[in-house]
């Protein structure tokens, strides 16, 4: 990386640390190190939303996703705007007027304290496991630029958010994501704008949206009824839906950041906000992956984006066959050249008739290519064990590394380690606002100093960094990040909606009710997700749900009945 790119990304640092530092007055007390004081304003508190869903997942693993795949993956957020209003209309003012730290305090006010710990602690599993895995991200990254090996990567993006974030609660963390969200915007649109540019002449973006399209990349909806299928239009809108809910109504990563708002009705615009302006930024992200797609389409590109494990096949046994899949490959890039040179003729002349004829030979020369990545994706397979080995995450820091001017990479790294630290920031803060208030204060230190428990929040803060950064090491193997992130919490979210179901929908429901319904989701959801694989993680949610309420439901009425 050229000394420019290093400038910018080092600036950056410094910019988010001694901000983080500043912003630290007042966070000697727990409300002020937990919730602000509950005095930040509505739009900052919305733009802290949204950089905390907005991780360097969504850069890597979807720009990755809509590299290989196309729009497909929008449909994840059909159910977010009706999410949002619902929670805007119950759950913000519920939980502002209850003057909760956390969303599983008033569960045991509802319920009991065993249901309240138990939901407390599905949560930090669920959200840990999350945060390792956003973590993983700009670790990819870092170790597809510099060469370093994982662990030490991990560290150099851990340490860092891990920092700011134990010396200025959730104050600094929020004022931190509203930089980096603007650094963010900046990056994706540097993006576009360097793709775009570098289109050949004779081939104009709409020339080259319609060369994806004719790959099916373009087809943001599905209405197919397919519980195999990850992405449909009834998954995203269903099964969507409930985690939306789950991950914005009962996530404390989620719940803490309009905890912090000066009144209800802020909290209520901090959650609108970001559901709808987040929109445009979501279908944007995919896009930069359909326009990757055409810009290799006329810039050669490695047939592996990864140049470790291709390092690693070229040595093996295996290298003769890998050889043969590279000139199968470099045969079908170059038809599917041929084709769309001959496609953006055609169309420059009018020649609707040739164009057609082009368009259908550009399909088949991509089906081609793709036949040949999947070869060569099974050679690796083969040679290193890894079963769950897939290239989708480094598309995107390659492009960057290989093709963006000097300083616009500089730009592009400090987005993605914007995206990583303002997520990896807020669920640190989470997880030791959960460890803190409702294990270690209601558990075991039930009366201590304000000082005591903000030294236990940092102890906390740390050491769910290292159990993030542990997690780090293995998530980057396990496919798409975008999916794994979502798998992680589609495991645990709709059991925990369903408990906050029974609190708030069901009168009857009592603390038994909720605390079998909850151990039954769970067991259910595992063994939906172990006995049933084909089952597409998004129903999982579904699942949680209804299984939660069902029986919290029956085993509520079967109790008062005894009585």
């Not at 803190?436 to 050491?463: M, N, P, Q």
Request: proline share 3%; net charge positive.
């Amino acid at each position: 990386m050229h000394p420019v790119d290093w400038l910018v990304v080092a600036g950056y640092f410094a910019w988010i640390l001694t901000d983080g530092i500043r912003r630290s007055h007042r966070t000697n007390e727990v409300e002020g190190y937990f919730l602000a004081n509950r005095s930040l304003p509505w739009w900052a508190v919305g733009l802290s939303v949204m950089a905390t869903q907005l991780s360097a997942i969504t850069l890597v693993g979807t720009t990755g996703r809509g590299f290989g795949e196309g729009m497909s993956v929008l449909q994840l957020y059909f159910g977010l705007p009706l999410a949002m209003i619902i929670l805007s209309v119950t759950v913000v003012p519920f939980f502002y007027r209850a003057r909760v730290f956390t969303a599983y305090e008033y569960l045991e006010r509802r319920f009991d304290v065993k249901t309240r710990t138990l939901t407390s602690l599905l949560f930090l599993l669920s959200r840990g496991l999350s945060c390792g895995a956003v973590l993983s991200a700009p670790s990819v990254i870092l170790s597809v630029i510099f060469d370093w090996n994982l662990p030490l990567t991990v560290l150099a993006m851990g340490v860092p958010a891990v920092g700011y974030t134990l010396v200025g609660g959730v104050q600094a963390v929020t004022w931190a994501d509203v930089k980096q969200m603007f650094v963010i915007v900046v990056g994706v649109a540097a993006a576009i704008v360097v793709l775009v540019a570098g289109l050949p002449a004779g081939t104009s973006l709409g020339g080259a949206l319609h060369l994806a399209g004719a790959t099916g990349r373009l087809d943001a909806i599905d209405f197919s009824f397919s519980l195999e299928k990850t992405y449909t239009f009834w998954s995203g809108l269903i099964g969507g839906l409930f985690l939306m809910l789950s991950y914005f109504g009962c996530d404390q990563s989620q719940v803490q950041r309009f905890l912090t708002a000066k009144s209800v009705d802020e909290g209520r615009q901090s959650l609108l906000m970001s559901a709808f302006a987040k929109i445009p930024l979501q279908i944007v992200v995919p896009l930069i992956g359909v326009l990757m797609f055409a810009y290799y389409v006329f810039v050669p590109a490695p047939l592996l984006f990864n140049g470790v494990h291709e390092a690693r096949v070229r040595a093996s046994a295996r290298a003769g066959d890998y050889v043969a899949v590279e000139r199968q490959y470099q045969d079908a890039v170059a038809a599917r050249r041929s084709a769309a040179d001959a496609y953006s003729a055609a169309r420059s002349r009018g020649a609707d008739a040739e164009a057609s004829a082009a368009r259908a030979a550009f399909a088949q020369g991509d089906a081609a290519v793709s036949r040949a990545r999947a070869a060569a994706t099974g050679i690796v397979r083969d040679v290193t064990g890894d079963r769950a080995f897939g290239d989708t995450n480094y598309v995107f820091p390659t492009f960057v590394t290989t093709h963006m001017p000097i300083g616009l990479v500089g730009l592009i790294i400090a987005a993605i380690f914007a995206a990583s630290m303002s997520t990896v920031a807020a669920e640190l803060n989470s997880l030791a606002t959960a460890t803190v208030i409702d294990f270690y204060r209601r558990l075991f230190v039930r009366e201590a100093s304000d000082a005591h428990y903000l030294a236990a929040a940092k102890w906390a803060t740390a050491g769910w960094g290292v159990f993030a950064c542990i997690v780090a090491l293995f998530a980057a193997n396990l496919g798409p990040l975008i999916d794994v992130v979502n798998r992680f919490g589609s495991f645990f979210y709709g059991s925990i909606l369903g408990v906050f179901v029974l609190a708030l929908g069901v009168k009857r429901a009592t603390g038994r009710g909720a605390f079998v319904g909850l151990i039954a989701g769970i067991a259910a959801v595992a063994c939906v997700a172990t006995q049933m694989p084909w089952i597409a993680f998004l129903w999982h949610n579904v699942v949680g749900v209804v299984v939660v309420v069902l029986v919290g439901v029956l085993v509520s009425l079967s109790q008062r009945r005894d009585r």
